[in-house]
């Protein structure tokens, strides 16, 4: 493949589903496979009228519903993981390397405002030359970040660079790195927030979390149906007996469940499926087969519908949700 046809392939596995990207990409050649993995993790983002673009060109998709897709290495790994199995290691240690050796590589993990504030007094003709080795998302985000004047000083000199020797690349690589070692050795992690409050009362005694949440919604019930839905995620299914998982399926349509699981792990699959009859699981399994592939972001609206019916089920007391997978003890 071309070097044009190798980063039209990474985005069309980007824009699919992991399972049925992971599908496509083990009919690949190993070189193949290799050079679209490192296009994959060298593209953090794609916008949705590249990835329309891309996926009306092979294979005439309907442009509408199309939305930005996402790579990076860790999109890379897991498709690598799942197209080759074991035989993953080698591959993926090429395409790390790979990575690793690219110019400004290291900037792949460097928050865009981060960079900003390191190369604003810059230069014009080097942040052009930094930006040139950046992904356009990457990019994006930082000329959106410069005064309007040097907006246009930057992207005119990115226009009109032509060839640059590799020791000025080398130079001005290994002075950046240098200025910002401080925030590339740094693990900045957010603190608070929804998710936070989430995983708290994942853990807290139930009487005490209704308490709070009914408080809460007094004042901000739209928190509170944030706070609850990450609090379960569709693949915390897994955790119910076999009797919850009959309740669920009792007040879930079948055809939920075949989009639902579309994106699902195959523990979850089997989970669902062997709580069925065997015509009942035949027939789900058709039917999810019929659907064919489809968009992550109708298979996430799905799994959030069930989810929510896995909440309203848990607090009429129907099912036990047991967040910290632990079997509940029972007293006589």
Do not use: C
Request: proline letters at 3%; zero cysteines; hydrophobic letters at 45%.
């Amino acid at each position: 493949m071309a070097g044009s046809d190798i980063h039209k392939a990474a985005v069309l596995l980007m824009s699919l589903p992991e399972d049925q990207a992971a599908q496509l990409m083990a009919k690949l050649e190993p070189a193949q496979v290799e050079a679209v993995s490192i296009e994959i993790a060298k593209t953090e983002h794609i916008t949705g009228e590249e990835q329309q673009q891309v996926i009306q060109e092979f294979i005439g998709a309907s442009p509408a519903g199309m939305i930005a897709g996402s790579g990076g290495m860790s999109v890379a790994k897991t498709l690598l993981e799942r197209a080759l199995g074991k035989n993953a290691t080698a591959t993926l240690d090429n395409v790390r390397q790979s990575i690793e050796a690219l110019p400004f590589g290291f900037l792949q993990k460097v928050d865009s405002q981060n960079l900003l504030t390191f190369i604003i007094d810059e230069h014009p003709q080097t942040i052009a030359l930094i930006l040139s080795h950046m992904s356009p998302a990457q990019a994006a985000a930082v000329i959106s970040g410069l005064p309007a004047d040097r907006q246009l000083s930057v992207v005119r000199r990115i226009a009109t660079m032509r060839q640059t020797s590799p020791e000025i690349i080398h130079e001005v690589e290994q002075g950046l790195e240098s200025r910002m070692s401080s925030v590339m050795s740094q693990q900045f992690k957010n603190a608070g927030g929804v998710e936070a409050v989430a995983e708290i009362l994942n853990v807290i005694d139930r009487a005490t979390e209704r308490t709070l949440l009914e408080n809460l919604a007094q004042e901000d019930p739209e928190l509170v149906e944030e706070i609850r839905r990450l609090m379960f995620v569709f693949d915390d299914i897994t955790k119910f007996s076999d009797r919850d998982i009959q309740t669920i399926l009792k007040n879930v349509e079948n055809s939920q469940w075949a989009m639902a699981l579309k994106g699902a792990s195959e523990e979850l699959k089997q989970k669902i499926l062997n709580n069925m009859s065997k015509r009942a699981a035949a027939m789900l399994v058709e039917e999810m087969e019929y659907l064919g592939p489809v968009r992550a972001s109708a298979v996430e609206q799905v799994q959030q519908q069930i989810v929510d019916v896995i909440r309203r089920l848990e607090d009429a007391g129907e099912i036990t949700i047991h967040a910290n997978q632990e079997e509940e003890r029972f007293v006589q």
